[in-house]
């Protein structure tokens, strides 16, 4: 979230930037079609392309604008709700591991990463995991040799 922002008053900036140039350029070209009198001359063809482009210029402006507006205030990362977890009947080492799981959620943990994290023998690994598992904390999904965490 904090890298749209970032980016969000970056295009803000330039899009300033370039307006205020663009506003210039447009004011200039104004002057001088009205100092030529414009009315179908060739020195006003290139006054008159000019300020054609400038509406692209301006268009292009606003685009930038109203983006890194939108990146600004607008923009979140999306809210991910945290999803509650009823750990008061886990015992110590239920927990511990629950926790393990639960930081380590992005990637997903290993039940081999478990046990060497933690010391403990394969088999109260997987007593544990059964346990989490039955009280619809996570879910393991196997993946080769071993089995990946999850949390629900």
């Keep these: 979230m904090e890298n749209n922002k970032k980016l969000g008053v970056i295009l803000i900036v330039i899009s300033l930037v370039i307006g205020g140039i663009f506003a210039y350029f447009i004011s200039n070209l104004t002057q001088k079609s009205q100092e030529l009198g414009c009315?179908?001359?060739?020195?006003?063809?290139?006054?008159?392309?000019?300020?054609?482009?400038?509406?692209?210029?301006?268009?292009?402006?606003?685009?930038?604008?109203?983006?890194g507006i939108y990146l600004l205030f607008f923009s979140s990362a999306e809210i991910i709700k945290q999803k509650k977890y009823d750990i008061s009947k886990l015992n110590k080492e239920e927990k511990r591991v629950f926790l393990f799981i639960k930081e380590n959620k992005e990637k997903g943990v290993y039940?081999?990463?478990?046990?060497?994290?933690?010391?403990?023998?394969?088999?109260?690994?997987?007593?544990?995991?059964?346990?989490?598992?039955?009280?619809?904390?996570?879910e393991r999904k196997r993946r080769g040799m071993t089995n990946i965490v999850l949390l629900k």
């Design 39 to 67: 009315s179908n001359n060739q020195e006003c063809f290139a006054v008159e392309k000019g300020l054609s482009v400038s509406h692209v210029a301006i268009g292009i402006f606003s685009f930038m604008l109203a983006l």
């Design 111 to 138: 039940q081999s990463e478990i046990v060497e994290h933690f010391n403990f023998p394969k088999s109260k690994v997987t007593r544990i995991l059964d346990r989490l598992e039955q009280s619809g904390l996570i």
